[in-house]
């Protein structure tokens, strides 16, 4: 059974700094898309960042994209997104997810599975 585990998440101040990582269990990462997820209070689950298993297609919501990147490290079966010049519309629970090899875009939910249980990111001063 596939298994992701988000950590990294916490309290930070505006402007601040944060790096999630999605650790796999149980099977190899490298051999699927992965993408970073997050749900707000009262808001839908919307897709942040996602890259092919390949690491040669990359997608990203406008809202993030020149503060957020994601990258992946299959020695460690790891997938991080790390955040820059954090806002406090970033805060929510933010979810990894594994998709299919043959993805290429865009970042949807619909083309995800086997959800981690999250990892809560607070932008607050």
């Known amino acids: 059974q596939f298994q992701l585990v988000e950590s990294g998440g916490g309290l930070v101040q505006p402007g601040g700094s944060l790096r999630l990582s999605c650790v796999a269990s149980?099977?190899?990462?490298?051999?699927?898309?992965v993408g970073w997820f997050r749900q707000a209070p009262g808001k839908e689950r919307e897709g942040v960042s996602c890259?092919?298993?390949?690491?040669?297609?990359?997608d990203f919501v406008d809202s993030v994209k020149g503060r957020f990147t994601i990258s992946r490290d299959n020695a460690k079966n790891t997938v991080y997104l790390q955040m820059n010049s954090l806002k406090p519309e970033d805060t929510a629970v933010y979810y990894c997810?594994?998709?299919?090899?043959?993805?290429?875009?865009?970042?949807?939910?619909?083309?995800?599975?086997?959800w981690g249980r999250g990892t809560q990111v607070t932008v607050s001063s």
């Open positions: 997810a594994a998709g299919s090899p043959l993805w290429s875009g865009p970042c949807t939910r619909a083309d995800f599975r086997n």
């Open positions: 149980r099977f190899s990462l490298g051999d699927y898309a």
């Open positions: 890259i092919s298993s390949s690491d040669t297609s990359r």
